[in-house]
């Protein structure tokens, strides 16, 4: 299996443009989730979804964040408008209990917003 | 809400020296902890999951413990190699939810 799958590896935007970011998750995992990475705050969980329908939106910061899974093989994390304090790595997992419940991600996105 | 702390932040050992990484979590009410492996620039790698009702769980040159009482997991590395350097974070899934509270993890360098 190729893993997690996320796109694009690296991106730097201007501030005010909209960035969006895109997973492929593990064929057959029915959890995916987005996580954030800053060096002050670490790993944030900023949305779970299960069977693709969303769980727990609670830790995306603030409106200008959405996520949608509009099928079982496809999530997308959009930032509009973007700001400078969003420059973060965004990861994307996923899991299932058929993996025991072992969370696997993929290599990350690293937006730089200028 | 479940808090996790690593101790130490950093480590630099020796080549061949076993060392042990500490993770400690607020809540006992746990489903299970995972040991994570982050090389620079790259995702996290599943490296041990102990469920709530293991003590630990050993892969190769890595075992991992858990006090579920004193909230406290080690991951315990023997022998360690250059290639073990890289970050390794500690992740707990309360029975409360489904979503890994992450500690910030410890960076550890094996110098040759």
């Known amino acids: 299996d190729a893993g997690v799958i996320q796109s694009p590896r690296h991106e730097v935007t201007e501030m005010g443009q909209e960035v969006t970011l895109r997973c492929k998750p593990i064929?057959?995992?029915?959890?995916l989730f987005w996580y954030r990475q800053t060096m002050m705050r670490g790993l944030e969980l900023l949305i779970y979804f299960n069977n693709n329908v969303p769980i727990d939106d609670s830790g995306m910061p603030e409106d200008r964040f959405s996520a949608k899974m509009p099928n079982a093989s496809f999530s997308t994390l959009k930032i509009q408008p973007s700001e400078p304090r969003d420059s973060a790595v965004y990861f994307c997992a996923s899991s299932s209990q058929i993996s025991g419940n072992t969370i696997y991600f993929g290599e990350g996105s690293w937006l730089t917003v200028v | 809400k479940q808090e996790v702390t690593q101790i130490p932040a950093a480590l630099s050992v020796p080549e061949g020296e076993n060392l042990v990484l500490n993770c400690s979590f607020t809540?006992?009410?746990?489903?299970?902890l995972q040991w994570f492996r982050q090389d620079p620039g790259k995702g996290l790698t599943s490296l041990l999951l102990i469920q709530s009702s293991q003590r630990e769980q050993t892969s190769g040159r890595l075992n991992a413990s858990l006090d579920k009482s004193s909230g406290r997991s080690t991951l315990y590395i023997a022998a360690s190699q250059p290639g073990d350097s890289a970050t390794y974070l500690c992740?707990?899934?309360?029975?409360?939810?489904?979503?890994?509270?992450f500690g910030k993890g410890t960076s550890l360098l094996v110098t040759p």
């Open positions: 809540d006992s009410a746990i489903y299970n």
């Open positions: 992740a707990v899934e309360s029975n409360s939810g489904y979503a890994l509270n």
């Open positions: 064929s057959g995992h029915n959890s």
